[in-house]
C-alpha cells in the first residue's frame, strides 16, 4: 500500500509532507488519549453500576467510609466556611456605594454562601483531603496486589473498594454542605454586628430578603454531584496505578487536579441548566 501518508514511514515523506505530520501528530495523540481517557472511565464507570448489585459486600463498609469521609472533614468545613463568610461580609459591607441600604449584605452574604461557596469551596477542599486519600489507600492496595487477592478470594473490588467509598461522597457532601451553609452565615452575621456599623436586625432583614427553598435544594444538589465525581475519579485513579510508590504518588496529585477540574465543570453546568430557575 503506497496511498496515504498514515500508512508510510515518516522518513519516505517529502520535507513538505513531513511538516504537516509533525505539525498534526501532537494534536491527534491529543485527541485519541482525550477520547480513550472517556472511554476507560466509561467502562469503569459501568462496572462500578454493575458491582452496586452486590450488597452484602459493600454495604458493611460504607459506614466507615462514611466516618473518613465527613465526619472527619467537619473541623476543616467549618474553618474553611467561618472564614469565607466572614470575609463575604466585610468585602460586601465596605464596597456598597453610600445610600444603599446595609440590609443588602445579609442578601448578598446569603446569595453567594448557599448558591456558590457551601457547596463549591467544600467540595475542592474535599477533593484535595478526601480524594487524595481515596487515590492513596487504592493505590496502595492495587501496587502491592491486594487488589489481585480480592480477585483471587472471589470479591469483586469494585464492590468493596469503589461503591462504598462512592455511596458515603453521595451522603456526606451534602451533610457538609448544610453544615457550611450554617457555619458560613453565622460568621458573617457575627462579622458584620460586631465588626461593620451594620446591626443584627439589619443582617437578618437581608438574609429573609426573596428567599426561596429551591436556594437550598440548588446547593444540595450540586454537594451530590460534586461528592460523586470526586470519590469516582480518584477512586479510578487508584484503581489504575502503576509502579510502585512513585507511581501512587503520582495518581494522587492527578486525582486532586482531575476532581477539582470536574467539579468546576459540573458547578458550570448547573448554573447554565439552573440557574434561572433561582429568578424571583
Request: glycine share 10%; hydrophobic share 50%.
Amino acid at each position: 500500500m503506497t496511498g496515504g501518508l498514515g500508512r508510510r514511514p515518516t522518513e519516505e515523506l517529502r520535507v513538505v509532507e513531513r511538516g504537516v505530520v509533525a505539525l498534526l501528530r501532537p494534536y491527534a495523540r491529543f485527541t485519541t488519549g482525550f477520547f480513550r481517557a472517556i472511554g476507560e472511565r466509561a467502562i469503569f464507570l459501568r462496572d462500578t453500576v454493575r458491582a452496586t448489585g452486590e450488597g452484602r459486600t459493600w454495604g458493611p463498609e460504607v459506614v466507615k467510609h462514611m466516618r473518613g469521609i465527613g465526619v472527619d472533614s467537619v473541623p476543616l468545613t467549618c474553618m474553611v466556611a467561618a472564614f469565607i463568610g466572614s470575609v463575604i461580609a466585610l468585602q460586601t459591607r465596605y464596597q456598597l456605594f453610600p445610600g444603599i441600604q446595609l440590609s443588602v449584605v445579609g442578601f448578598i452574604s446569603r446569595q453567594m454562601i448557599v448558591l456558590e461557596m457551601a457547596p463549591l469551596i467544600t467540595a475542592l477542599v474535599l477533593a484535595g483531603r478526601v480524594g487524595a486519600r481515596i487515590t492513596a489507600e487504592i493505590g496502595t492496595m492495587r501496587v502491592t496486589e491486594q487488589i489481585d487477592a480480592l480477585e483471587t478470594l472471589a470479591f469483586d473490588p469494585l464492590a468493596y473498594l469503589v461503591v462504598p467509598r462512592v455511596v458515603a461522597a453521595f451522603y456526606m457532601l451534602p451533610l457538609l454542605a448544610i453544615l457550611a451553609m450554617a457555619v458560613g452565615l453565622t460568621a458573617a452575621w457575627l462579622t458584620a454586628a460586631l465588626a461593620t456599623d451594620m446591626t443584627s436586625a439589619q443582617f437578618r432583614e437581608g438574609l429573609r430578603l426573596e428567599f426561596r427553598y429551591f436556594q437550598v435544594f440548588y446547593c444540595l444538589l450540586k454537594a451530590f454531584l460534586f461528592g460523586g465525581a470526586i470519590s469516582f475519579l480518584c477512586s479510578y485513579e487508584g484503581y489504575v496505578t502503576t509502579a510502585g510508590a512513585e507511581g501512587v504518588g503520582r495518581a494522587t496529585a492527578k486525582a486532586v487536579v482531575i476532581g477539582c477540574v470536574s467539579v468546576l465543570i459540573l458547578d458550570a453546568l448547573i448554573a447554565v441548566l439552573l440557574a434561572p430557575y433561582l429568578q424571583g
